[in-house]
């Protein structure tokens, strides 16, 4: 098992830069795929970003693709999630989460997942 916490949400205005960490509890971090996903206020959670066990597979969501970097350090027990260009449009809860094996995009084949962290960007 894992368990998962966010940080580094908070306000921020269009244009900025955050930088989400996701810190995992346990000595297997490295077997997780790990993705971030975020959910809008009146949406369904929708998919931001994955990065394989190794961090040798990553893929983005559209909507991010350009503005948004994730990363990890498996000897951290850490995934990161750097948001640079940050819009309005980008407000959400933002959640880490894992899964053993490979990475996937579709959320409920995550079997683990974080409190959130919440981002609001103001115009």
């Known amino acids: 098992q894992v368990q998962l916490a966010e940080s580094g949400g908070g306000p921020v205005q269009a244009g900025g830069s955050l930088r989400l960490s996701c810190a995992a509890s346990g000595r297997t971090f490295s077997s997780y795929a790990m993705g971030w996903f975020r959910q809008a206020p009146g949406k369904e959670r929708e998919f931001v970003a994955l990065?394989?066990?190794?961090?040798?597979?990553?893929y983005y969501a559209d909507s991010v693709k350009g503005r948004f970097t994730i990363s990890r350090d498996n000897a951290k027990n850490t995934v990161y999630l750097q948001m640079n260009s940050l819009k309005p449009e980008d407000t959400a809860v933002y959640y880490c989460?894992?899964?053993?094996?490979?990475?996937?995009?579709?959320?409920?084949?995550?079997?683990?997942w974080g409190q959130g962290t919440q981002v609001t960007v103001t115009s």
């Open positions: 990065i394989s066990r190794s961090g040798g597979n990553i």
């Open positions: 989460a894992a899964r053993l094996g490979l990475t996937r995009t579709y959320d409920k084949e995550y079997e683990y």
